[in-house]
């Protein structure tokens, strides 16, 4: 009799070392946004490409503190080196750093582009219909495309600090809950980790209160979309060259490319749905995609 595929469940020591990982990357978040605060100072470009590594070194600490493993039960680990007792022990399998090769890494490229292009422009167009303020011409929406590619190149460098955590330490640890459970909890504590730099952004003025909140929402309806890609793809890269692209609809509005006139909150909860609707077109295409990390073969019994 064969049994089949299983995520293994949520251990004591994993769920322990995930808590501690959370705990150091918001600890380091609040610690930077509040010395820009107490200096006065604007944050930086710079200080933002950094702050998206705190969650990368608050994991790869976690992990030497309380490794998903006991090192003691790495002597079961298969030939390959990857798994004990189905469960990853190589910081790449943690972290989904495997992108299948370079036409797994171009495929996942290619899709992450074209899911941010449709979460960008779709509610774009559609509160323009529905609100009769259309974008100002088609240059602002075409030209999205070609800069998600450029954008997404420069910059996976630092979204890449974030995913390894978000997307690859958390999401390999929660599997077990099924996939909405564990996007939502991740969507949520994710959230909750930019809470202090958009604190920081509404205190040196660069957005308003309303902008900020709505931002915030954003990133958690954000975040199954993302989830939705690493299990499509069985790796991070695709999460984080989403991730990479500096555009939305609300982008779109604050940058002048729609018409001022348009519902600020229709915008965005149009960008809210459309990401959600993504997440769950691409987790019921996933059934093409990679093998699981963390996945269990089929052993007789």
Not at 228 to 238: H, N
């Amino acid at each position: 009799m064969q049994r089949t595929n299983s995520v293994p469940r949520i251990t004591g020591r994993a769920a322990a070392g995930l808590v501690l990982g959370y705990l150091l990357a918001l600890a380091g978040m609040v610690a930077l946004c509040a010395g820009f605060a107490a200096g006065g100072h604007d944050i930086p470009p710079w200080a933002i490409a950094v702050g998206r590594w705190i969650p990368a070194l608050a994991s790869l600490l976690a992990l030497l503190v309380v490794p998903l493993v006991p090192r003691r039960g790495r002597a079961a680990e298969q030939t390959d080196g990857s798994r004990a007792e189905g469960r990853p022990t190589r910081l790449a399998d943690i972290w989904r750093l495997r992108p299948g090769g370079w036409r797994g890494l171009l495929r996942a490229w290619y899709a992450a582009m074209a899911v941010t292009a449709v979460a960008t422009i779709v509610p774009a167009i559609v509160a323009g219909v529905v609100t009769g303020t259309m974008p100002k011409g088609p240059l602002p929406l075409a030209s999205v495309v070609p800069l998600l590619v450029i954008g997404s190149s420069l910059l996976v460098v630092s979204t890449i600090g974030e995913e390894v955590f978000w997307r690859g330490h958390a999401h390999t640890v929660l599997r077990a809950l099924g996939f909405w459970p564990m996007a939502l909890v991740v969507a949520i504590a994710w959230a909750a980790w930019h809470v202090p730099m958009q604190w920081l952004y509404w205190r040196q003025g660069t957005f308003t209160a309303t902008e900020s909140i709505a931002l915030t929402v954003g990133i958690a309806a954000w975040a199954p979309l993302l989830a939705a890609l690493v299990e499509r793809f069985g790796s991070v890269w695709p999460a984080a060259a989403a991730h990479a692209v500096p555009f939305s609809a609300g982008n779109l509005l604050r940058e002048g490319a729609m018409d001022e006139t348009a519902p600020f909150w229709v915008v965005n909860a149009l960008t809210w749905v459309v990401m959600l609707a993504l997440a769950a077109v691409v987790i019921r295409w996933r059934g093409g995609g990679r093998e699981e990390v963390g996945a269990r073969e089929p052993t007789p019994s």
